[in-house]
């Protein structure tokens, strides 16, 4: 005698359908994903991390001793200019040691910090991996630049912090001598230092998205790197040609000293306005190039 056969079900059982969809797995968030803390770590403990920022907080002690061995500063031509008050005090020491090193050495922190973050994973092969974990790819990039950014302005406080406690050391604390004539007195010129700490950061933006922009579109972290500070020494040198007249004003290098406006007895503001303008611009137009073309990019590696 035979059996009944079941007819073969072609839909959902009653229990699969009753079962809501989910496009992600149980307990994943993708907020959760490669917190900030997480990746803060990672490049603090990274050997270039480490080494930028003993180079930073060398440079004050090398310039003491050079003005040790060279003697004070002697103003030209009867002009004197912020490095001929160098050793009048802690602050003008701070000021100094900001204007030597606003032109190329914060310049290398920036590229650095944000060129090397993106391009060093592809590099090492574990880019793919961290977004197979899975790690949206916008939510990574938004990790990665808010940590460059992050260090990058660590790197510049930094420097003026050894400066002006290594220059109250050597020089003793006191108003900050201003190269037109008068002074700053030592509270007024605190603020006036975070003043030019804040404009160099902004002004340096504009690195930061070169760097982050072509960290996005090679494997190589040198090429990312030497290809934001090459670029930004273009702009320098065009800045330099008179030849361009009102079109340097468009160059971000052409503002990159404006922040000499706030260590003067009345501070003006209007270049540093225009500088900050012009550098988020540029800033906000290569972030998004970063973050567009990530988005599509075929990440093998």
Not at 200 to 224: K, M
Not at 246 to 263: E, I, T
Request: proline share 6%.
């Amino acid at each position: 005698m035979s059996t009944p056969t079941q007819p073969a079900t072609t839909g959902p059982t009653p229990e699969a359908a009753s079962v809501p969809a989910t496009d992600s797995a149980y307990g994943y968030r993708a907020g959760r994903t490669l917190p900030l803390r997480v990746e803060l770590v990672r490049q603090l403990k990274r050997r270039r991390t480490l080494v930028m920022g003993a180079i930073l907080a060398a440079l004050p002690f090398v310039l003491v001793v050079a003005l040790a061995i060279g003697g004070e500063p002697d103003g030209r031509s009867d002009r004197i200019t912020l490095m001929d008050t160098a050793t009048s005090s802690g602050a003008n020491f701070a000021a100094v040691n900001l204007f030597v090193s606003a032109g190329f050495l914060l310049v290398v922190p920036v590229a650095l910090f944000c060129g090397d973050t993106v391009a060093s994973e592809a590099n090492w092969s574990s880019l793919r991996y961290l977004l197979a974990a899975p790690v949206p790819r916008a939510r990574l990039l938004a990790s990665k630049l808010a940590v460059g950014l992050g260090l990058s302005l660590a790197a510049m406080v930094l420097l003026p912090l050894v400066a002006l406690a290594v220059g109250t050391v050597a020089y003793g604390w006191g108003p900050l001598a201003v190269p037109t004539g008068g002074s700053l007195a030592p509270g007024t010129a605190a603020q006036r230092l975070v003043v030019v700490v804040a404009y160099i950061f902004v002004s340096q933006l504009v690195t930061a998205g070169l760097a982050f922009w072509l960290s996005t579109r090679t494997d190589a972290p040198l090429g990312a790197v030497g290809g934001a500070v090459g670029l930004t020494i273009v702009g320098n040198v065009l800045d330099a040609v008179t030849a361009l007249g009102h079109w340097r004003d468009f160059l971000p290098a052409h503002w990159q000293f404006a922040w000499a406006d706030a260590v003067q007895p009345t501070m003006e503001w209007s270049g540093m306005l225009q500088g900050t303008a012009v550098s988020v611009t540029y800033a906000l137009v290569l972030f998004a190039l970063a973050f567009r073309g990530f988005a599509r990019k075929d990440v093998v590696s």
